[in-house]
């Protein structure tokens, strides 16, 4: 997951043709920015992930954050 701001967000857009699919991205105010917010945030996020086994919580886990097997096929 990356952390930007909305005035990078708003460079990013530019920079790709006016057009960003902004997954795995955290949008933060870069002048009342707090990494406390942000870790705090992260382990809510986290910590309320549940399923009946690893897949399940993989898979709420991976709304949030990017995932090495995201879309992975055998």
């Not at 910590?47 to 709420?60: C, Q, R």
């Not at 991976?62 to 097997?69: D, H, I, M, S």
Request: glycine fraction near 6%; proline fraction near 3%; include cysteine.
């Amino acid at each position: 997951m990356k952390v930007c701001s909305p005035e990078w967000l708003a460079a990013e857009c530019v920079r790709q043709g006016g057009i960003l699919d902004p997954r795995h991205l955290l949008v933060v105010d870069h002048d009342s920015f707090d990494i406390r917010k942000v870790r705090g945030w992260l382990n809510s996020r986290v910590s309320s992930a549940t399923g009946e086994n690893w897949t399940a919580v993989a898979g709420a886990l991976r709304k949030t954050a990017y995932w090495e097997f995201d879309n992975y096929q055998e």
